[in-house]
């Protein structure tokens, strides 16, 4: 498949794996909970019952972040390899998706939400980027902290390789002209962020292939 050719025996792993299993869990959780309390009618609450937001909010990322692999799939340069929801060790946390590519290492981010995407920068204070009105410029200190921990991992796994971090917002509504930057890092959508992976040729196939192999051991699955 493009964007994982001579990938053979290396596990790039599974989009959305352990967003899936969370929205499992605790919808297995909640079921549990239901049949408990209520031993007689317990199936027949939870076929009237719709599936709480805290619930969907997990399936909904899952999806997004799937939705994004494929793109990266059908659309990145045939050296490239994506490696797709690994584990921060020591952590419960994990990265969506490492891309090695020639140009360089691409963090990313994915978030599926809906609404108008911007930048608010008032004459006092910092700039807040907002997503359908909410401040979402946490999601910038996320992508910052996986950004610095795959640079600190590339300083000694492959020294010299650029490294890069973009949040993928999927369905939000971006500028149909320019992109969105804040803090060096471009909001895009996922075609645009393929396009963007695919300029530059800092790396030979060789290069990007010894560097996708050592990120996949210095992050693993999750």
């Known amino acids: 498949m493009t964007g994982e050719q001579g990938s053979t025996d290396l596990d790039t792993g599974t989009a959305g794996a352990s967003a899936r299993r969370e929205h499992e869990r605790r919808r297995a959780r909640r079921e549990r909970g239901v049949r408990d309390r209520h031993p007689h009618i317990g199936g027949a609450l939870l076929a009237?019952?719709?599936?709480?937001?805290?619930e969907t909010a997990w399936a909904r990322g899952a999806r997004g972040e799937e939705h994004v692999?494929?793109?990266?799939?059908?659309?990145?340069?045939?050296?490239?390899?994506?490696l797709h929801d690994r584990r921060i060790p020591g952590t419960r946390a994990n990265i969506d998706h490492v891309?090695?590519?020639p140009s360089g290492i691409w963090v990313i981010d994915t978030k599926r939400y809906t609404g108008r995407v911007a930048v608010q920068a008032?004459?006092?204070?910092?700039?807040?980027?907002t997503i359908a009105g909410?401040?979402?410029?946490?999601?910038?200190?996320?992508?910052?902290?996986?950004v610095s921990l795959v640079t600190d991992a590339a300083a000694a796994l492959a020294p010299g390789v650029p490294v890069h971090g973009a949040?993928?917002?999927?369905?939000?509504?971006?500028?149909?002209l320019g992109t969105i930057t804040m803090r060096g890092f471009p909001l895009l959508h996922p075609r645009p962020l393929a396009k963007r992976i695919n300029r530059g040729d800092a790396l030979d196939a060789e290069r990007v292939r010894r560097t996708?192999?050592?990120?996949?051991?210095?992050?693993?699955?999750?």
């Open 48 to 54: 009237l019952a719709a599936e709480p937001g805290h």
């Open 69 to 82: 692999a494929e793109v990266l799939g059908s659309r990145l340069r045939p050296e490239a390899i994506a």
């Open 99 to 101: 891309v090695v590519a």
């Open 122 to 129: 008032p004459l006092l204070g910092a700039a807040k980027l």
């Open 134 to 146: 909410r401040d979402r410029t946490k999601l910038l200190d996320g992508l910052a902290k996986q």
């Open 167 to 176: 949040l993928c917002v999927v369905d939000a509504d971006l500028p149909l």
């Open 212 to 222: 996708a192999v050592a990120l996949a051991e210095r992050f693993p699955i999750a």
